[in-house]
């Protein structure tokens, strides 16, 4: 039973969405569980297109290495060209978190429509309804 | 204001996924806008990882033709090998119907995880509630 | 000289659309060059969003085999799986037409939107234009 | 009614090819819908192959995040890997610019051709006309 059910990936969309609401600028969120599968997702109006796949794929990412999206890698430095890993859906920037529980991953939230900052705040509000 | 709005989706969602628990059968469950993106999406419990692209698909199809995705066509019939085109994302059976607003498409639902009949009606219980 | 020039390219996509307003049923309307490249592109209002494609990918059918777009394989029979090859861009059913100068292919033009004896019909208006 | 209309979308990519053969440089000119979807498109005699891609890409680019295509990141900035997402298809230099009417989204054009410069001067040219 760790893995993350559907009431619980509901409550943290809504949770996001209702940070992302409170600052104003709408987004993508996306839920998958632990096997990097979609289990909720919401797309606020005039969230921008273009992240839609980034959201579910910072999901991805993050249920993929059990770790934040974050500066991942950089010219130079190890793991260069991992963005171009798994079909292209790894996301090396910052908007990705898991979703652990009682240690092991349960699942992991994206999120995409504003800055990085925005982003990663309304990540960690999705997180704290988990 | 044609496209439909979150809320409206997730109220069909939530009435789709109302009707697979009623006959027992977990779903995936996917409603895209009137441009063919996901607008909210859930999966039920037990509910196959392969139909989450089927359920999203259907939406897509339904959404590209106005028209509900059905026994679209068979060898020998005219549009034999549809299936092929949109990169593969066409689903040529049933499952997927449109969101209809004064006339004009507003969006669709897809629905995958239960026979054709049992898809057909929870699609069905999903678009009343719109 | 072969190959199509954009304005003659721009003559047939107009017109196409014309007699597609004619019969009343809107249209995507694709022309490419004898390399199978796009050249001219047109969609018309409510012109179905899953007919993009297939206008585009039909004309790039009929440019690759200079030959029009048909029922051009079934189960059992040769070429079975046609659709498959170039990255599944290969459309077997009508309305795509190669565009002939002197006997060499100068392009191909491809429709979408209606039924098969619609498209084929806008496609001979498109070609009757070169 | 905020989308570019189709009569809109090919007085855009006139005027735009009206200003690259002003300044002597073939292009590839696209106008997308609010959606991301192409509505007009046309190739100069001479332009290159590769850019027909990019320039479909830029509009998709601009259409997605409602900003004008630029250097949006660089090795050691945030968004950097931004280019790996949406399949490939966001295109992270200079040539693609939104659509606006109203202070909403109507679609976007994006032009590849010639040096930076060349393409947003083209760009530009076509914007003025919409």
Do not use: C, H
């Not at 949770?15 to 606020?44: C, H, S, T, W």
């Not at 890698?73 to 910052?94: D, H, K, M, S």
């Not at 990705?96 to 900052?117: C, K």
């Amino acid at each position: 039973m760790t893995s993350i059910l559907l009431d619980e990936g509901q409550g943290v969309v809504q949770a996001a969405m209702e940070k992302a609401r409170e600052i104003g600028q709408p987004m993508n969120v996306a839920v998958e569980d632990n096997g990097r599968y979609l289990k909720a997702f919401a797309r606020m109006e005039d969230a921008w297109l273009g992240s839609i796949d980034i959201a579910i794929d910072k999901a991805f990412t993050s249920a993929s290495f059990v770790m934040p999206t974050q500066e991942m890698t950089q010219p130079g430095q190890p793991l260069y060209g991992l963005e171009a890993t798994n079909n292209g859906r790894v996301v090396i920037f910052t908007g990705g978190i898991p979703l652990m529980r009682d240690g092991e991953v349960a699942g992991a939230i994206g999120m995409s429509g504003g800055t990085v900052d925005q982003d990663q705040k309304v990540a960690e509000a999705g997180i704290a309804a988990f």
